[in-house]
């Protein structure tokens, strides 16, 4: 429990220092009373949010890969944005919205802009990469040859962006229209090229380097998303046989689970291959 306090703390603290230099009008929200847990947890959210609100790129409105609050970048990596982490930014806008910091029209703006940058941004079969440069749009490698779409951090963003089309669909004319670009960026991610003619889905491919990644996803892991969507698109399906031998290998996953029980799924999956 100390070291969760101590990273919250240090949460609020980072974020906290975004809030200084904010010139951006938000709502004014109603905080519980001191001494509650719930104040605590207002604190979390409302920190949280203003790093994907005040702490995004400009231009893409997305979520930095790395915000410094000093403004200097050793890496000269200010302009870099993350598919994946926007994702969860996307997420944190509905919360902020329904938790009154900014309002719906505020909301609705900033979403705007997203959405109209992953429009324009590069896209491999539908897939977003890991990393763009925020202002151009361009792919900016991950590694040497992670260059192309990430099947993953898609389906980071793909989760937030469908509940941003529930949450307007039924909305005011602007709003429905935000709603429909999201649902036709839903449906070009081409989940089934992403098979590679394999039953299981591959993480990257690039149109440099192809496949050479070669990082067939297995469970169990973060990436249990990315087969949901791909089982559910209603464009680029794929058929129950590439969860049951992919993600699942055919029952393997369930022994993997009883024998490493507590250990971190990233290690497992290290661990097995």
């Not at 203003?50 to 000269?76: C, K, M």
């Not at 151009?136 to 490698?141: A, I, N």
């Not at 993480?203 to 892991?221: I, L, R």
């Not at 791909?230 to 031998?245: K, L």
């Amino acid at each position: 429990m100390k070291k969760i306090a101590f990273i919250i703390c240090i949460l609020s603290v980072t974020t906290a220092n975004i809030n200084c230099n904010s010139t951006a009008k938000t709502v004014a929200s109603s905080k519980p009373a001191m001494g509650s847990d719930s104040v605590l947890f207002h604190l979390v959210q409302q920190q949280t949010f203003q790093y994907f609100w005040e702490g995004a790129e400009p231009t893409s409105g997305l979520a930095r890969e790395r915000l410094h609050v000093d403004n200097i970048y050793p890496q000269n990596d200010k302009s870099t944005v993350t598919s994946g982490g926007a994702g969860f930014g996307v997420m944190a806008i509905l919360v902020g919205i329904e938790r009154g910091f900014i309002t719906k029209e505020q909301g609705r703006e900033r979403l705007e802009k997203i959405v109209h940058f992953l429009e324009t941004a590069d896209r491999f079969h539908g897939a977003w990469p890991h990393w763009w440069n925020g202002e151009t749009g361009k792919v900016k490698p991950f590694s040497k040859n992670d260059d192309g779409g990430d099947l993953v951090e898609t389906s980071f963003m793909i989760q937030g962006l469908l509940c941003v089309r529930q949450y307007f669909i039924n909305g005011n004319a602007a709003e429905k229209t935000l709603a429909a670009r999201i649902d036709t960026l839903w449906k070009a991610v081409e989940f089934d090229w992403y098979r590679n003619s394999k039953n299981v889905l591959y993480w990257h491919w690039s149109p440099n380097n192809g496949w050479k990644m070669n990082f067939a996803v297995h469970g169990y892991n973060e990436c249990l998303i990315m087969y949901v969507l791909a089982a559910s698109s209603p464009t680029h399906g794929v058929p129950a046989i590439v969860y049951h031998e992919g993600w699942a290998e055919n029952g393997f996953i369930k022994k993997i689970r009883r024998l490493t029980a507590g250990i971190n799924s990233n290690c497992i999956t290290r661990m097995i291959r």
